[in-house]
């Protein structure tokens, strides 16, 4: 089983649309979530942390839920610049980050 | 705004050559990476450093050497490229043990022909 699972997508959605993603991972003893955003051809950028609570950062939401050891991204009124490439980080041991493979958004007009 | 930089973003080397990635932070960053990203295997990490002169081997090292002597610059090399390295190569940085989150640099392409 890899350590962060993710649904590679693509997911094809038009503008204004609210999009979920979500990804699983294996080690119950992580602390540290993160999403992650990868434009073609560029580094990964971090989009946001992921609290136990909860967290929003205007179109964005993220969810955790240790119970299940899944964490969620979700995307409100989604724009042509939101295409990208999400990838979704738990910490390993230590400093370590583990990232999954990424799920594909693409937003159409 | 933390800024992590790279020497080359375009490198192109012949099969036994030795190559040298250079990577610096800005930022006092406790932590540094190296990673390659390839298509439909992610980011997988090759070696890291928690602080100067210290290094530890990542889940694919092989090939690989690493070396911090400042802290502010981490080295990767390729002691006699191949062409299976052929990849992105990304370096990234955090700031200590508490806040984990990486900031990345803008990646070397690298083709070893």
């Known amino acids: 089983r890899k350590e962060v699972e993710q649904d590679p997508g693509p997911f094809n959605v038009p503008e204004g649309a609210t999009v979920a993603f979500n990804c699983t991972y294996s080690n119950s003893a992580s602390q540290s979530f993160f999403w992650y955003r990868q434009d073609c051809r560029k580094e990964p950028k971090l989009l946001m942390s992921?609290?136990?609570s909860g967290n929003e950062d205007g179109r964005f939401t993220a969810q955790l839920n240790r119970a299940s050891q899944y964490i969620s991204l979700l995307i409100r009124d989604s724009k042509l610049s939101d295409s990208a490439t999400y990838l979704c980080v738990v910490n390993d041991r230590g400093n370590k980050l583990v990232f999954g493979a990424g799920t594909i958004l693409r937003v159409k007009s | 705004d933390v800024k992590v930089t790279q020497s080359s973003r375009y490198l192109v080397k012949r099969t036994g050559e030795k190559v040298f990635l250079e990577c610096v932070q800005d930022?006092?960053?406790?932590?540094m990476f190296w990673y390659r990203q390839d298509p439909g295997l992610g980011l997988r990490l090759i070696y890291f450093?928690?602080?100067?002169?210290?290094?530890e081997k990542g889940d694919i090292p092989e090939g690989y050497s690493v070396s911090r002597e400042k802290k502010e610059r981490f080295s990767l090399i390729l002691e006699s490229a191949s062409t299976n390295q052929t990849s992105m190569y990304l370096c990234a940085s955090s700031l200590d043990r508490v806040r984990l989150e990486q900031y990345f640099g803008p990646g070397t392409r690298l083709t070893v022909t």
């Open positions: 450093s928690y602080d100067v002169k210290m290094k």
């Open positions: 992921v609290y136990s």
């Open positions: 930022m006092d960053h406790e932590n």
